[in-house]
């Protein structure tokens, strides 16, 4: 079974472009999680979901931010307009979602650089 | 509110050797697990051994073992007989619920420890 796939896996772009990161959860699982991760940061979670629906977009830093699951299979994280600030690995996770030993898959991540 | 804290930002083991992580969580939930996940060099996240807050012996898997010591709110994560490829970024994490509540299956991480094994 496929893991939790991210695309693209890497992204180079100038500051003020528009960036739409893509992510497909295991098939069955019912909550998703976007992270952001820095050096200086660490990892933050951005935003998760369950069963489509956003329950906490509380670590989105800004609405310049924004994430949508249309469908079970599929969800994007999009940035516009991007900054040099944004630089950074983002992963997209999956779980069950039912709480006890639930742990989330990850993806590969998605590098992005604003130039 | 829950919190992971990893004191260690970064710890050396000689090959061979046994290494403890450690890891401190605070949760007001009754009900919670605790996760350790690797992060080699290459950037992907792997899940390595899971505890229950009301499993009654302490989580092994493989080398990886877990001394949950509830008492004193640690989960302290030890690798048996190191190997280089251990070498990466170790997070501990933590679930929680209350009573009749879901998690959802959110994680709070803690910010990480950089294990380097020398040869």
């Known amino acids: 079974d496929a893991g939790v796939i991210q695309s693209p896996r890497h992204e180079v772009t100038e500051m003020g472009q528009e960036v739409t990161l893509r992510c497909k959860p295991i098939s069955g699982h019912n909550s998703l999680f976007w992270y952001r991760q820095t050096m200086m940061r660490g990892l933050e979670l951005l935003i998760y979901f369950n069963n489509n629906v956003p329950i906490d977009d509380s670590g989105m830093p800004e609405d310049r931010f924004s994430a949508k699951m249309p469908n079970a299979s599929f969800s994007t994280l999009k940035i516009q307009p991007s900054e040099p600030r944004d630089s950074a690995v983002y992963f997209c996770?999956?779980?069950f979602g039912t709480g006890g030993r639930d742990e989330q898959f990850f993806g590969p991540g998605t590098r992005l650089t604003v130039l | 509110a829950q919190k992971i804290t990893q004191t260690q930002p970064g710890m050396f083991v000689q090959e061979k050797e046994a290494v403890t992580l450690d890891c401190t969580y605070d949760t007001s939930d009754p009900s919670y697990g605790l996760f350790w996940y690797k992060q080699p060099s290459s950037g992907e996240m792997i899940f390595l051994i899971y505890q229950g807050s009301y499993d009654q012996q302490n989580a092994t898997e493989g080398r990886y073992s877990l001394n949950f010591q509830k008492a004193r709110k640690s989960a302290n994560l030890v690798i048996s007989a190191s190997q280089l490829g251990d070498s990466a970024m170790y997070f501990c994490?933590?679930?929680?619920w209350g009573a009749g509540g879901t998690s959802y299956g959110k994680l709070t991480f803690g910010q990480g420890t950089i294990l380097t094994v020398h040869p």
């Open positions: 996770a999956s779980s």
């Open positions: 994490a933590m679930i929680s």
